[in-house]
């Protein structure tokens, strides 16, 4: 009780103190210290809502050469296949509002869209992008996916373990295009034979001295057959056909992430 007591009379001088010491303050001071704090506030106040209102519309189109990424890209765009485009070489990038919501009525934000190069010389382009990327469409040609299945999953397997999408968790949908080819394989098969890939990937890089692996981050749990669940990341996958204008699901996962 005693201790209270004195806590009491301590907090009673010190209250005395200030008050005394803010009565020694000439008023314009006093007034213009607390105009300078509630200017401060008011700015904080703004700019917190400033940075949630201008999150990233960027959405980036990757995937091995001739999947089909930039096919897709100009049905986004335009709902055409653009037939007769060759492998790019440099990014397609464009900010625009998705061709199927033309016809809707009232504002609907844009999505800056990029398709990036698959050629193995040119990934080092999405690093460039990542920054910036509120979700990526990796894009895997279903029609003949075997004979790319360890590369797809070498380029992807990369992009899952970069830092920016394991620290900013970007959201990745895996893209099974040209799914309309009756000899097309299915998504379900072609999630489990990535899987397969990317868990060997695991073992024979986990073999490797940290020192020789450029990637900052590893995926999966440990004494456990990864499986794109285990990513802090969501993977999803999706069927489309880019030459048929079939781009649904992307567009649907794309306005998930990239609200209208």
Not at 60 to 84: A, N
Not at 163 to 190: G, M, Q, R, S, Y
Not at 225 to 234: A, I, P, T
Request: proline share 4%.
């Amino acid at each position: 009780m005693e201790n209270l007591e004195d806590l009491k009379i301590m907090a009673e001088q010190w209250s005395n103190q200030g008050i005394e010491y803010l009565q020694k303050i000439p008023p314009v001071q006093l007034y213009a210290a607390i105009g300078v704090l509630l200017f401060t506030t008011v700015l904080l106040l703004l700019s917190i809502r400033l940075a949630r209102r201008t999150k990233s519309n960027t959405v980036l189109l990757s995937g091995l050469s001739g999947s089909g990424k930039t096919v897709l890209f100009y049905q986004l765009r335009d709902g055409s296949s653009h037939q007769g485009t060759v492998t790019s070489m440099e990014p397609n990038e464009g900010t625009f509002v998705l061709h199927s919501e033309n016809a809707k009525k009232g504002k609907i934000k844009p999505v800056h869209l990029v398709d990036v190069p698959g050629h193995s010389r040119l990934r080092p382009k999405l690093e460039e992008f990542l920054p910036q990327a509120a979700a990526i469409v990796f894009v895997v040609d279903a029609l003949e996916f075997l004979p790319n299945c360890r590369a797809a999953s070498e380029y992807l397997y990369d992009i899952l373990t970069n830092a920016n999408v394991v620290k900013k968790k970007i959201p990745v949908l895996l893209c099974c295009n040209k799914t309309d080819k009756l000899t097309a394989h299915t998504k379900e098969f072609i999630r489990k034979q990535m899987e397969k890939e990317i868990e060997k990937l695991r073992a024979s890089r986990s073999a490797v001295s940290t020192a020789d692996i450029a990637n900052d981050f590893t995926i999966g749990i440990e004494g456990e057959v990864f499986s794109f669940s285990h990513c802090c990341n969501k993977v999803t996958v999706a069927e489309a056909s880019g030459l048929n204008g079939e781009t649904v699901q992307v567009q649907d996962f794309i306005r998930e992430h990239i609200k209208p």
